[in-house]
C-alpha cells in the first residue's frame, strides 16, 4: 500500500506567520490547498472558542463549521491589519449571537433573497491527498475506519465517496447551505486521513 505522510517540517514563529500569510493570500485566490491548510490550522482555536461558550460539543462544532463556511466565502475582505485568527473569532462570535437571536421570537429575523440564493465557489473538485489516500484504502479497512467519526461526518464522507454526489447533490441531500457542505467535508476528510495513519492492532 503506497506510503502517505502530511509534511512534518517544523516552523519558527516568524516563518509560520509568514506562511499563513501565504495561505490566505492563495485562499483569496480560490486554492484549495490553502482552504485545506488555513481550516486545519485554525480549527482548533474557533472550535475551544466556541466549546466555551456553548458548553456543548455539537453546537460549538456546527458553529466552527458555519464559521469557516462564511470566511472562506469572504476571505477576499479580509485586512492584514487584523490577525487571522482575531478576524475568525469575530466571525464565529458573530454568529453564535445571531443563533441566540434566532431562538427568541422578538428577534427572529429572514434570510434575505441574496443569502438565500448564494452559491459561493468555496473549493474546486481537484483531488486533495487526503482524497487519493482515501480512494486508495482496503474497503472494508476503510469502512471501519469511517464508522470512528462521529455520524454527520460519516454521512458526508458516505454520500461523497460511495455515492459519489457532487457538493450540490449532498448539500440537497442534507438540506444545508453549500459552503458549509464543503467545509464539512474538508474536515471529515482530515479526520479520516488521521484515523487511517494510526497504527493498526493485526490478530493474527
Known amino acids: 500500500m503506497p506510503i502517505f505522510r502530511y509534511d512534518v517540517k517544523k516552523y519558527s514563529l516568524s516563518e509560520k506567520l ?3 500569510q501565504v495561505q490566505i493570500e492563495n485562499a ?3 486554492d484549495q490547498k490553502a482552504f485545506s491548510y488555513l481550516l486545519n490550522t485554525y480549527w482548533n482555536d474557533v472550535y475551544s472558542f466556541q466549546l466555551l461558550r456553548t458548553r456543548d460539543e455539537n453546537e460549538a ?3 466552527t463549521i458555519r464559521t469557516f463556511s462564511k470566511a472562506f466565502d469572504k476571505i477576499k475582505t479580509y485586512k492584514e491589519q487584523y490577525e487571522f485568527k482575531t478576524w475568525l473569532i469575530t466571525i464565529s ?3 453564535h449571537i445571531d443563533l441566540i437571536r434566532q431562538k ?3 428577534f427572529a429575523r429572514t434570510l434575505s433573497k441574496q443569502d438565500k440564493n448564494s452559491v459561493y465557489n468555496l473549493v474546486d473538485d481537484s483531488p486533495t491527498a487526503e482524497d487519493k489516500l482515501i480512494t486508495e484504502q482496503n474497503l472494508a479497512s476503510l469502512l471501519q475506519d469511517l464508522k470512528k467519526l462521529k455520524p454527520h461526518y460519516q454521512k458526508v464522507l458516505h454520500l461523497r465517496y460511495f455515492q459519489e454526489l457532487s457538493y450540490e447533490e449532498i448539500a440537497k441531500e442534507l438540506n ?4 458549509n457542505v464543503k467545509v464539512k467535508l ?3 476528510k482530515r479526520l479520516l486521513a488521521e484515523i487511517i495513519h494510526q497504527p493498526k492492532n493485526k490478530n493474527f
Open 18 to 20: 509568514n506562511n499563513n
Open 61 to 63: 462544532e456546527d458553529i
Open 186 to 188: 474538508l474536515r471529515a
Open 28 to 30: 483569496k485566490k480560490g
Open 176 to 179: 444545508e447551505p453549500l459552503n
Open 104 to 106: 427568541k421570537p422578538e
Open 93 to 95: 462570535k458573530n454568529i
